[in-house]
């Protein structure tokens, strides 16, 4: 049965854990997989906090190798060894991964009942790299110090369904029509009369996207990729007047973040990723609202219907 699209942000720090929050790592429910994107350290305990199975999560998206966002990764695995796992985990991130975490696995003796199925990146150009009928996943390059992806998740568009409550008020539309109704077509019954399709059939809803985009320098090429999505995660490291640095460290301003989401089109922008010199993360908020006002901070722990 299809649920519907929802996202839960575990962390969303940059670069050390705090007190108060962990580094960056999301929990996207959708076409019927639940998918974990990053996975920075403290992501086994905020799953644990949310009440998620780990024994749910399917595929793994990890946007780079630097440690806020697999540094989890590692812990993540040796615990589905002890937890019995038998099933495959489908893992995706930059070239390099697999020889990151086997030689992790090797020299700590952790051994392991289940596939990891890795699949390595290194594509300067977008690609779909998991397609099914429920769901396409696309990544969006970015320009960070190494090698980074974000990656764009859109469900496929739901089939037309019967207006069954009309249909079974009419007796003279034959059930041999139905599937002429679900094509689309219009119904013209033996008496000569025309009932328009959108009277007896119903539009399939529509389909639900969402864009990560993880750590990049203000990069304006990215907005094709992201277009018209419901949610758009950007990190916005910095504030727009220490934009200098922003580029120098290879990160984006929350002014920056605000201008994609602006011409992107997007429906809701969600900043993260702030550095800790800022106490307040609110000042983020009041700079991307002055571009963009469907702007919010993110609520770790917090479901949120896509």
């Known amino acids: 049965m299809r649920t519907k699209p929802q996202l839960t942000i575990l962390g ?23 998918m974990l994107i990053d996975c920075g350290e403290g992501t086994q305990v905020q799953l644990r906090k949310v009440g998620i199975k780990f024994s749910k999560i399917s595929h793994i998206f990890i946007s780079h190798l630097h440690g806020d966002h697999c540094f989890g990764l590692p812990g993540l695995i040796a615990s589905y060894r002890l937890l019995g796992r038998v099933t495959p985990i ?5 070239k390099g991964i697999e020889q990151m975490l086997e030689t992790i696995f090797k020299l700590t003796g952790t051994t392991r009942e289940f596939t990891i199925n890795y699949h390595e990146l290194q594509s300067s150009k977008s690609e779909i790299i998991y397609d099914d009928v429920l ?10 110090r190494i090698y980074c992806n974000g990656y764009r998740f859109t469900e496929k568009k739901l089939p037309r369904s019967l207006n069954l ?59 094709p990729l992201v277009k018209g999505v419901d949610i758009l995660y950007h990190e916005s490291t910095f504030l727009h007047d220490l934009r200098e640095m922003a580029d120098y460290t290879g990160h984006s301003s929350a002014r920056e973040a605000a201008i994609i989401a602006k011409d992107a089109e997007v429906g809701k922008l969600i900043l993260g990723h702030f550095s800790n010199r800022y106490p307040d993360k609110s ?11 469907e702007t919010y901070l993110p609520e770790a722990l917090v479901p949120l219907e896509i």
């Open 135 to 144: 769901l396409k996943v696309e990544t969006v390059p970015l320009d960070h």
């Open 90 to 94: 489908e893992i995706y991130g930059p």
């Open 12 to 34: 969303y720090n940059s670069a050390i854990p705090t007190i108060n929050g962990i580094p960056s790592a999301q929990i996207l429910e959708m076409g019927g997989k639940m």
């Open 165 to 223: 409550e009309y249909l079974q008020s009419r007796a003279d539309i034959p059930k041999e029509l139905y599937h002429d109704i679900l094509e689309g077509k219009d119904i013209v019954l033996l008496s000569g009369g025309l009932i328009p399709n959108h009277v007896a059939g119903m539009e399939g809803k529509k389909p639900k996207s969402y864009a990560y985009c993880s750590d990049t320098r203000f990069l304006p090429s990215i907005v």
């Open 283 to 293: 000042v983020f908020l009041d700079e991307a609202r002055e571009i963009f006002p």
